[in-house]
């Protein structure tokens, strides 16, 4: 307003003018406090989720740490998390146009990007536990049902086991060495290997269109198979590069809602170097660095979930295996005790060579149905992931009034 517009004002009016833009004031303050309470609130209460959730994954005894149920668990909670992240984003999205929390959320989305190649090795990972899981049934259909145990059916589960190592072994020159010793099975390691290698090869070009969505036209990753060049050691290593706690000034400049973006990154790095650690894929490592501070509840129960599974992984039984996930350790230990007792097995079968055999048969049937029960739903929720991540990137760079495509 002009000042010559006060000239003919009394001291009256004055003072009531005063009054309305100091109360007016007064009223933005209110506003703006009640406002950062809310958001307080808001971003306290998404940290507790976080921490309880992930409490609970952390209660789980080591028997069941890295099952495909508590790896389930597991996806289900990022899933959650996300949801509530894509929620606080949509709540407050001025802020998220406004620098530094723009470059904070881009970064964010371009960073789970790198996760989608690993949702579709995991994928190709998943398939090859199924074929692992098809051999372990052969072994079921040879010695589950038989009232005797004849020399041919053993045999053909034993081929079968054979086939399961070789598989399960990475080292060409041991898996070679391995097929050799049972020749007399009629194993060929060269046959083996072509014969997968063409299945997979297969089964991977039909799933594509299958797991195809019109959403993900702007992407590179449109199938669930990756290059033979690919590393999810070097891909763990690129999600986690420069994630650090935000710094006050950052906290204070978007809010607080660096906070959130922080812990997503930390979360979504969590979750691919988890999946990696329990599932077959190509060039795994576990060597990844957590930069979360321990002060953070949230924190605590994570950390404490990644030294679980670094000890697990340096157990001497599990050292430079394909893949942490119980059931494989299960699959491993079923073709080891039926190897041992095949060296000392002759026909016909002993009273007791033949209870050890039905033992072990109990056990490839244990595992085979957690297989039957937990490989699709795994699948499933890895799909949704992908998907999810994809979904969340594309409303958040909209949101910024960026193309959607990955460049």
């Not at 971003?43 to 309880?52: A, K």
């Not at 959650?80 to 709540?91: H, K, N, V």
């Not at 095949?342 to 085979?368: G, M, N, W, Y």
Request: net charge neutral; glycine share 6%.
């Amino acid at each position: 307003m002009p000042a010559t517009d006060y000239q003919g004002s009394s001291p009256s009016s004055l003072t009531h003018l005063g009054r309305s833009i100091l109360s007016l004031r007064r009223e933005q303050v209110h506003s703006i406090s009640m406002e950062g309470s809310s958001m307080e609130a808001e971003l306290e209460s998404f940290q507790q989720h976080i921490t309880d959730r992930f409490s609970e994954l952390s209660s789980f005894g080591n028997d069941d740490l890295l099952s495909l149920s508590w790896i389930g668990k597991l996806l289900d909670c990022f899933l959650c998390c996300q949801e509530e992240f894509r929620a606080i984003l949509q709540i407050h999205r001025t802020q998220v146009l406004r620098p530094p929390f723009d470059r904070m959320v881009s970064d964010y989305f371009e960073r789970s990007v790198k996760a989608l190649d690993v949702c579709n090795a995991i994928r190709d990972g998943i398939e090859q536990i199924r074929q692992w899981q098809k051999l372990l049934e052969i072994v079921l259909c040879a010695l589950g049902h038989q009232r005797s145990i004849a020399e041919g059916q053993f045999r053909r589960a034993k081929k079968a086991l054979v086939d399961l190592v070789v598989g399960m072994l990475d080292d060409k020159d041991s898996s070679a060495s391995l097929a050799h010793r049972n020749r007399s099975f009629g194993r060929s390691s060269g046959g083996s290997r072509d014969h997968h290698h063409n299945h997979s090869h297969g089964h991977s070009h039909s799933n594509n269109a299958n797991y195809h969505h019109r959403s993900l036209g702007h992407f590179r990753s449109l199938s669930w198979s990756v290059s033979r060049t690919w590393s999810a050691a070097r891909q763990l290593q690129a999600i986690g590069n420069n994630i650090y706690p935000p710094k006050a000034h950052d906290i204070v400049a978007s809010g607080g809602l660096a906070m959130p973006v922080f812990i997503m990154n930390s979360l979504l790095l969590f979750v691919m170097w988890a999946l990696v650690a329990a599932i077959p894929c190509q060039d795994r490592g576990l060597n990844v660095h957590f930069t979360i501070p321990r002060s953070f509840s949230w924190a605590v129960s994570l950390l404490s979930l990644h030294e679980r599974i670094m000890e697990e992984s340096r157990k001497r039984e599990r050292r430079n295996k394909c893949g942490l996930l119980k059931e494989i350790h299960q699959i491993e230990k079923c073709a080891r005790l039926m190897n041992e007792l095949a060296d000392s097995v002759h026909f016909p079968l002993t009273e007791e060579k033949e209870r050890e055999v039905r033992l072990i048969v109990q056990e490839v049937s244990k595992v085979c149905d957690a297989l039957k029960d937990g490989l699709y739903p795994l699948e499933r929720q890895v799909r949704e992931v992908f998907h999810r991540i994809v979904r969340s990137r594309t409303e958040g760079l909209d949101s910024l009034g960026r193309p959607c495509y990955a460049e």
